[in-house]
């Protein structure tokens, strides 16, 4: 089969080469990939580690094979259309004709779904859950707060990136209200994921700090915030907002471990906790990553998590209370992997995730 191996130095450079379809191991499924999504993450941490590697990790496809625990229990058939949250950093990633993932974070497509919109949604979805519903605790959508309970208010920096929309998406879905939306020009898509109704708005980052700040605590009035994410997490971006929150008993969420989180200028009372994806899979952080849970035992079951969470979007998408991200296709299948993540590296995807075909490999079509 053909895969892409992604080189990030000294420039971002890709290589599609011939290697054996992958043999699934006892809780894996293969899967013959439809389309591949991009993330930030595909060039950045590669680029940080220095390594080569196929860093694709959204998967969306139909089922090729199926380890022997997964074809005992039974969920998943050859031929199913699926999406899957491909391991970070292990073989068998999605800028390949097949990719590998672990049955627990993979799920069932229904047919309203295209491959496109699936593949925007596992890791995202993902990140953004286990920082709501893990990290800081907020009840999840299979368990909602009632209609009538008071208001707990989420603000969210970054809220028309994927994970910011992802967030508010499942912020909605569990009855989570006032969200105040942080954002700037690509701010239509997230507008109309709000809900004026429960006091949803947006606010546009461009104002300048202050105004942003001013912004918020107008959105806000009398309600105080105890909970955020920092959907960015550069340049500093989590000390404002750390700032908008109550400084007593408030939690920031984070999603870069390349910083430490230690500034003077967050408030002693504010919590910052980074999300690390990776424990969907590990169940556990890496050493030296910042901001880690006191407890162990509770990441581990992030894996669990994960499970019920994918199982859960599967029957949010048939029933059309979810949906994936807006997409753009780069052309070329895997042979548009580098154009595509450049384009991420130089920040020129404004309210969209790129999507890759992977029919569309002129190699594939030479055969």
């Known amino acids: 089969m053909k895969e892409v191996i992604v080189h990030p130095n000294p420039t971002l450079t ?12 006892d809780d894996e499924i293969v899967i013959k990939v439809v389309v591949a999504g991009s993330n930030v993450k595909d060039w950045a941490h590669i680029t940080a580690q220095n390594i080569s590697i196929n860093s694709g990790d959204d998967i969306a496809g139909t089922v090729h094979a199926l ?10 058939r050859l031929g199913d259309r699926v999406a899957a949250f491909h391991p970070m950093g292990s073989p068998g990633g999605a800028y390949a004709e097949f990719a590998v993932a672990p049955a627990h974070t993979v799920f069932i497509l229904p047919k309203r779904t295209s491959f496109e919109e699936a593949a925007t949604i596992p890791l995202v979805t993902m990140t953004a859950a286990i920082t709501l519903f893990r990290r800081q605790s907020l009840p999840p959508p299979w368990d909602p707060r009632p209609k009538d309970a008071p208001p707990i208010p989420l603000i969210i920096y970054g809220a028309s990136s994927a994970l910011g929309s992802f967030a508010v998406k499942l912020a909605k879905s569990a009855n989570i209200h006032p969200i105040i939306a942080i954002c700037g020009s690509s701010q239509r898509y997230v507008s109309g994921l709000l809900e004026p109704s429960n006091g949803d708005t947006v606010v546009d980052y461009r104002q300048g700090i202050e105004g942003m700040m001013r912004a918020v605590k107008e959105a806000l009035g009398p309600l105080k915030a105890k909970h955020a994410l920092d959907a960015i997490s550069t340049k500093g971006s989590w000390i404002p907002l750390a700032n908008m929150v109550d400084p007593l008993g408030s939690q920031v969420s984070v999603v870069s471990g390349a910083n430490r989180y230690d500034d003077e200028e967050i408030p002693k009372g504010v919590s910052i906790k980074y999300t690390y994806v ?14 880690q849970p006191e407890d162990s035992e509770t990441v581990q079951s992030d894996v669990e998590f994960a499970y019920v969470l994918f199982r859960y979007v599967s029957r949010m998408l048939a029933r059309g209370t979810f949906e994936g991200h807006p997409t753009e296709t780069i ?14 590296k130089n920040n020129e995807t404004k309210g969209v995730k790129f999507v890759y075909r992977i029919s569309e490999t002129a190699a594939l079509n030479t055969k």
Do not use: C, N, W
Request: hydrophobic share 35%.
């Open 278 to 291: 990776g424990t969907a899979h590990s169940g556990a952080y890496k050493a030296g990553m910042p901001k």
């Open 67 to 76: 380890g022997p625990a997964v074809e005992a229990a039974g969920e998943f």
């Open 14 to 25: 890709t290589e599609i080469h011939d290697v054996p379809i992958p043999t699934p191991k």
């Open 331 to 344: 052309p070329g299948g895997l042979e548009g992997v580098g154009l595509g993540l450049q384009r991420l």
